[in-house]
């Protein structure tokens, strides 16, 4: 379908060379893309459309990741902030995960916590900062808890979608047979809902590294982090370090979610097969 042929050899798609020209063209229009705003972007800045103060040029933003490289400044950033992300994540994951089954299992649990998450879901997480940097203090700690509280819903919500189409028939037939309750879980459910976490990964990954950017920009009491890179580059009107801190993170967002999609696919297909 879409000029794209596939054949499936024990349920799983195998790519045939039809798809090869379609990716060349596919990335050749994304470079294309890519190259023709940073070449725009260098004409304002030097023909001085805007001043280049305000929005830096491309060459400067390279030279800003350069040099902060050089100095081993840019790598710590990252890795502080990547790990914060990480870590708020697989929190978010892990208290997601009981939550589902709750909701899964018990009826009552259901009519009790429903309403509830859905008033927790609606509270700006922003408007929470003043509240943990009071309780938990400036530092990791309350990055950390800011990145969960931004990005636990999306695990909790998209694992109960995935909870919800598990194949009742197949359900009961499988009790039929004299499958426990584990058996069923284990070779049911679960493998239903790993495709449903996975696409929650995809949202909630970038969007766990954005907070933790937005969380040290906040939070950081100088402990280093992109977000504090960002603000002490905002403060002394340093663009050209502002723009290197903020574009660095995307070849890891990037990367991470061309991973997911990858092992998504093949879950997908292990689901359709």
């Keep these: 379908m879409g000029g794209v042929l596939k054949r499936y050899v024990g349920g799983w798609p195998v790519r045939t060379s039809v798809d090869r020209p379609h990716r060349v063209v596919s990335a050749l229009i994304d470079v294309g893309g890519l190259i023709g705003i940073l070449g725009v972007w260098q004409l304002v800045a ?3 459309i805007v001043d280049p103060f305000w929005i830096s040029s491309p060459l400067g933003v390279a030279n800003a990741v350069w040099q902060l490289a050089r100095t081993g400044q840019l790598f710590g950033d990252l890795l502080y902030t990547v790990s914060t992300a990480f ?3 697989a929190l978010a994951l892990i208290v997601s995960l009981p939550i589902v089954g709750l ?3 018990s009826p009552f649990a259901e009519r009790v916590l429903e309403p509830l998450l859905g008033f927790v879901y609606a509270i700006p997480k922003v ?3 003043p509240v943990l940097i009071l309780t938990l203090g400036l530092g990791e700690t309350s990055q950390v808890v800011l990145v969960l509280l931004l990005v636990v819903f999306i695990f909790i919500y998209n694992l109960r979608a995935g909870s919800r189409e598990v194949d009742v028939r197949l359900v009961a037939a499988l009790e039929i047979l004299g499958a426990s309750r584990r058996d069923v879980l284990m070779h049911v459910r679960v493998p239903t809902m790993i495709s449903y976490a996975i696409s929650a990964m995809r949202i909630a990954g970038p969007t766990a590294l954005t907070a933790a950017i937005f969380a040290e920009y906040f939070a ?3 402990q280093g982090g992109l977000g504090q890179l960002i603000y002490e580059s905002s403060l002394f009107f340093h663009t050209s370090d502002l723009f290197a ?3 660095v993170l995307v070849p890891v ?3 991470l979610d061309r991973a997911l999609q990858r ?3 093949k879950t997908s297909s292990w689901r359709s097969a």
């Design 220 to 222: 950081g009491a100088g």
């Design 87 to 89: 870590i708020g994540l």
């Design 103 to 105: 909701l899964t299992f």
């Design 245 to 247: 801190g903020a574009i």
């Design 46 to 48: 030097w023909r001085r």
């Design 263 to 265: 092992w998504s696919s």
């Design 127 to 129: 408007a929470l900062i």
């Design 253 to 255: 967002a990037y990367g």
